[in-house]
């Protein structure tokens, strides 16, 4: 500052000082002139909106300041490979992805299991999160806030430092992110790849609210194969509501009723009511002293017949378990209006049957999560998750959620709607501060 107000003073006496001395003063202010731009261009720190993209970081504005600051290109965190069911997959993929921006890393591309790991040990399928999801499309929507690299990116695949993940009730959600912590700097961080191994990430403590979930969820795009293979099955559905629709037409112009036409709409229905579910669900009721969690077909069929404001006729669209295609009962004792459909009546099978459980349950998914009504149970993974990804998106489209006409509402039918036998209305708390209540169920959820 001294020698800035020193050119100052020499300009305003006349300059007496030589050409040498011009030129240091022209270096000052040139000087303080990008000091000035960059204070002004370049923010000192995130947490006020919006991603700026600087030499090796991408600095995050938005999304839980506290954990980390950006996602560094240099380095990595590799997780063991996920398996389970294709929700506690996602639910796994999504904590595994937190982890990786909580330690300020590239999560290189794990791998998921095609196969159920706990009942087909002998079948276990490892396949490529790229076989199931888009790997661009991942990164392009969640730029800044988590990013997903392959092995091809490291420059030296010997520099790994391997983490031991904790376990047992001494292993506490404190020391687990103490260890995080720990690993996230010093001679720890120095290392280009960390290896995290032990159990699998949907056994890991959660220290993430239900929003960061969500927005890796958003980011999970099905290949082209797999969501080509789900708007066929949708295209059969709203192909029958049009055939029962063309009917009704006809019927209404014979007797001389000129109503516009109304698409119908397609209700899915994730119907658990098969043994092993109903022995597991009976247990648990037990242990939290409660009556809202098994719903028999009878109950099921009862509620979806009684939500306020459907109309029908209506196509049911019934998500059930492969052991349940070969009992037909599941079709019988609708009432007049409601028109169940399953895969083998809708003549869809042969398009499941192609591939292995996890693309069948993906195409399953994709189809409920884009009726036009959802009804499930709220201690269903499966379920918990389409609300969780139709709360999120009418919250993305500024959509009132408890107006009266709703678009995509959703319903538990484990939980009866006041005196009228009807589901209870089903949308997802966005300010959880973990994932608790999704990832095992819950029958405190917010109605409207």
């Known amino acids: 500052m001294e020698l800035l107000f020193n050119c100052k003073l020499s300009q305003l006496m006349g300059g007496g000082g030589g050409t040498v001395k011009s030129l240091t003063c022209k270096f000052v202010f040139l000087l303080v002139t990008l000091l000035i731009l960059r204070a002004l261009l370049v923010p000192p720190s995130p947490g ?4 700026v993209e600087w030499s090796n970081f991408v600095y995050i504005r938005n999304h839980s300041p506290s954990f980390g600051i950006g996602v560094r290109q240099d380095k990595f965190l590799e997780v063991p490979q996920i398996v ?3 929700n506690n997959q996602k639910i796994a993929f999504a904590r595994a992805c937190l982890t990786a921006r909580r330690m300020n890393r590239i999560l290189l591309m794990p791998s998921l299991s095609a196969s159920l790991f706990y009942k087909e040990i002998n079948l276990l399928q490892p396949i490529s999160f790229d076989k199931v999801f888009q790997f661009d499309k991942f990164n392009q929507l969640c730029s800044g806030f988590v990013q997903l690299g392959q092995y091809s990116d490291l420059s030296n695949q010997t520099r790994v430092l391997e983490m031991q993940k904790g376990s047992g009730r001494k292993w506490t959600l404190e020391r687990d992110l103490d260890q995080l912590r720990e690993h996230s700097k010093g001679e720890f961080d120095e290392h280009e790849v960390i290896r995290i191994v032990g159990k699998n990430p949907f056994l890991w403590h959660d220290h993430w609210p239900v929003k960061d979930y969500a927005k890796v969820f958003e980011c999970l795009v099905l290949i082209d194969e797999i969501g080509q293979e789900a708007d066929r099955v949708v295209s059969r559905i709203r192909a029958v509501g049009r055939e029962t629709q063309s009917n009704n037409e006809s019927m209404e112009l014979d007797n001389n009723d000129s109503s516009s036409f109304q698409p119908l709409p397609y209700v899915a229905v994730h119907m658990r009511v098969e043994i092993d579910w109903m022995i597991h669900c009976k247990k648990l009721e037990q242990r939290l002293n409660t009556n809202q969690i098994c719903s028999s077909k009878k109950e099921i069929m009862e509620r979806v017949s009684n939500i306020k404001g459907l109309k029908t006729p209506s196509v049911v669209y019934l998500a ?26 809708l003549g869809v099978d042969g398009i499941y049957k192609k591939y292995p459980y996890l693309i069948q349950s993906a195409i399953d998914y994709e189809v409920c999560l884009r009726a036009d009504i959802f009804v499930g149970n709220s201690f269903s993974t499966f379920s918990t998750l389409i609300v969780l990804e139709r709360t999120q998106k009418m919250i993305t489209m500024g959509i009132n959620m408890c107006g009266k006409d709703v678009r995509w509402p959703s319903y538990a039918y484990n939980i009866q709607q006041g005196e009228s036998n009807g589901p209870m209305r089903w949308v ?8 608790q209540e999704i990832s095992y169920g819950t029958n405190h959820i917010i109605s409207c």
């Open 48 to 51: 006020f909106g919006g991603v």
């Open 84 to 86: 389970w069911g294709l």
């Open 320 to 345: 059930v378990a492969d052991k349940l295609l070969q009992n037909s009962s599941v079709l019988e004792g609708w009432e007049e209006g409601f028109l169940p459909y399953e895969k083998n009546k």
């Open 428 to 435: 997802t708390n966005m300010s959880h501060s973990t994932l």
